[in-house]
């Protein structure tokens, strides 16, 4: 069974840029969150996406947006990006009866 | 809105030692509540959970026991490795809400255990 995968693995941006994170789901998992990590804190909820529609966002402004694809990979879309966007982006999903959700490794963004 | 507490780190022990690190919350409905660990230069793993009030999650001999009336998930283990060095997670589920994937983290704790 594979986990949750994400790419890349690293990424440097300049303020301004837009920016596009990977993610694919655990085999069997339709069910896909994001979460933003800054450094020295824990995870927070960006949204999740469930038959590729967004049901669930958290505070973040609408420059965050995602996508999720018929076979349930995602992905997370940054546009303007500016200093404060330097972090982990972990992608976490889960199967529609479970309530657990798996991590992927992150993507670690650093926005110069 | 819903929120997790966790105790202030970091936490060093020698190896060997009794680990408690505390963990409250404050939730609308009936949470589920989850331990997760992050290794250095890794995503989250899920270490426990438990769905409901007096449930006790364990694994790997960490243990935490869902108690409703102090609103609490306390982490316990009773002999720490080095290996256990990590930052340590509380979140809860709130299975209320629209979006029942959404967990609410705490905001961590580095433990770092001495040979």
């Known amino acids: 069974e594979t986990g949750v995968t994400q790419s890349p693995t690293h990424l440097i941006k300049t303020r301004g840029q837009q920016v596009t994170l990977r993610c694919s789901s655990q085999s069997g998992h339709n069910t896909v969150s994001w979460y933003q990590q800054a450094l020295g804190q824990g995870p927070q909820f960006i949204f999740q996406y469930y038959r590729e529609e967004e049901n669930g966002r958290g505070n973040f402004p609408p420059r965050f947006s995602g996508l999720q694809f018929p076979n349930y990979s995602s992905e997370l879309n940054v546009n303007a990006l500016e200093l404060d966007d330097s972090a982990l982006y972990l992608c976490?999903?889960?199967?529609?009866?479970?309530?657990?959700?798996?991590f992927g490794p992150g993507t670690r963004l650093l926005v110069l | 809105g819903d929120s997790v507490t966790q105790m202030e780190g970091p936490v060093t022990l020698s190896e060997e030692a009794f680990l408690t690190i505390n963990c409250t919350y404050t939730a609308t409905g009936y949470p589920s509540l989850f331990w997760y660990v992050q290794y250095p230069g890794e995503g989250l793993q899920l270490l426990l959970k438990?769905?409901?009030?007096?449930d006790k999650g364990s694994n790997k001999g960490f243990e935490a026991t869902y108690r409703k009336e102090t609103t609490s998930f306390h982490l316990e283990k009773g002999s720490v490795q080095v290996s256990d060095s990590a930052v340590y997670f509380c979140a809860l589920s709130d299975k209320s809400t629209g979006a029942n994937s959404k967990l609410t983290f705490g905001k961590g704790i580095t433990l770092s255990v001495r040979p």
């Open positions: 976490a999903s889960r199967g529609t009866t479970q309530e657990t959700q798996y």
């Open positions: 438990a769905t409901k009030a007096d």
